[in-house]
C-alpha cells in the first residue's frame, strides 16, 4: 500500500519561510510527478507547483519567485521551501504523487492527508 506522508506546516508570520516536505512510502515502482496543491477555507483545491521526475518543474503564478519545489528520488521525498510568505497563502498544503505500485502496469495518483499552513501576524 501507497502512502503519502506530509510534515512541516505551522504558524508563521508574513514575510517568514516554511519548508514541507511530503515521503512517498509502499510497494512503489516508479514516480512520475510529484506535487504540492492548496485548499484555502471556501475555495476550489489549486495546483501550486509540480516536478517531474526529470526534474522539470512549473509554478502557479502567486508562488513564482518566493517557493521552491525540489525532490529527492532516492528517497521518494517532494519538498517545498516557502519564502516571503503572505496571508493569502494560508491553506492546507496537500502532497500529490503520480507513481506507478510494483506489479502494476499503470500509474495512480495518490494525496497525502494535509498540512495547515498559517501566515498570521
Known amino acids: 500500500q501507497v502512502q ?5 506546516g505551522g504558524l508563521v508570520k ?3 519561510s516554511l519548508r514541507l516536505s ?3 512510502s509502499g510497494s512503489i515502482f516508479s514516480i512520475n510527478a510529484m506535487a504540492w496543491y492548496r485548499q484555502a477555507p471556501g ?3 489549486e495546483l501550486v507547483a509540480r516536478i517531474r ?5 512549473n ?3 502567486f508562488v513564482k519567485g518566493r517557493f521552491t519545489i ?3 528520488n532516492a528517497k521518494n521525498t517532494v519538498y517545498l521551501q516557502m519564502n516571503s510568505l503572505k496571508p493569502e497563502d494560508t491553506a492546507v498544503y496537500y502532497c500529490y504523487a503520480d507513481l506507478r505500485p510494483i506489479s502494476s502496469r499503470v500509474n495512480y495518483q ?3 492527508q494535509g498540512t495547515q499552513v498559517t501566515v498570521s501576524s
Request: proline fraction near 4%; charge should be negative; hydrophobic fraction near 20%.
Open 22 to 24: 511530503c515521503a512517498a
Open 53 to 57: 521526475s526529470g526534474g522539470d518543474t
Open 70 to 72: 525540489s525532490r529527492d
Open 43 to 45: 475555495k476550489q483545491r
Open 14 to 16: 508574513p514575510g517568514g
Open 110 to 112: 495518490y494525496w497525502g
Open 4 to 8: 503519502l506522508v506530509e510534515s512541516g
Open 59 to 61: 509554478y502557479a503564478d
